[in-house]
Structure formats: C-alpha cells, structure tokens
Nanobody
C-alpha cells in the first residue's frame, strides 16, 4: 500500500517561506492526483491545493487565500511532490497534509478530502514572530 511521508514543516516568521515535501514510499506519484490540506488550531481540515495526474487534461488549483503565494509541483523523478509556501502569514499556521488519488487521475483535482485514497501523517507549519 502506498504510503506518503511528509517533511519540511517548521517555525517561520511572517513573510517567510517553507517548502513542504511529500514522498511516496514506493513507485512514483506521476499519475496520481495530489491534494494538500491544512488544519489550523481548533479548526477543521481545509483544502489548500490540488494537482491532477500527468496528462493533457492536467490542472492545478489553489484556494483563494493562498493564490499567488503557494505553488504545487512535482520533482523530476516524480516520487515527490512539493508545496512551496511563500509570504507566510500567521493564519497559515496549521498541520499540512498531502493526499493522493489513485490513477487514472489526469482530470482529477478535488477539494473534497474523501475523494483521496492515501494520506500523509502531516507536518506542522507555525508562522509567528
């Protein structure tokens, strides 16, 4: 069974940046749909970004509050996906989770957590001065 391992969280000052990584335990994530979610203190888990699997119908989407500040990408070997966080603000604080949808996922880019098949353990991001 695919396992996702996250890394890259930490403490950063407002305006700072972090890069989160989500690595597959086996194989690649090339054809998987990828989602990023976050859960702030005392809040529900919210959708942040999604990226469809490889294909001509591929797309990447972001929630409005992170548009222009966060960027989702894949590495060349395709077993790791990244979420680059920039211009971080205190309201970005939370546990960030990556999730994957099994292929075929060329047109998959969902905001709904229950549409994903695999989840990482989460990585804490704290934005504070």
């Amino acid at each position: 069974q695919l396992q996702l391992v996250e890394s890259g969280g930490g403490l950063v000052q407002p305006g700072g940046s972090l890069r989160l990584a989500c690595t597959a335990s086996e194989g690649t994530l090339t054809d998987h749909g990828i989602g990023w979610f976050r859960q702030g203190p005392g809040k529900e888990r919210d959708w942040v970004s999604c990226m469809s699997g490889r294909g001509t119908r591929g797309s990447t989407r972001y929630t409005e509050s992170v548009q222009g500040r966060f960027t989702s990408s894949r590495d060349g070997a395709e077993n790791t996906v990244y979420l680059q966080l920039s211009s971080l603000q205190p309201e970005d604080t939370g546990v960030y989770f990556c999730a994957a949808r099994s292929p075929p996922a060329t047109a998959f880019c969902s905001v709904y957590a229950d549409r994903y098949d695999y989840w990482g353990q989460g990585t804490q991001v704290t934005v504070s001065s």
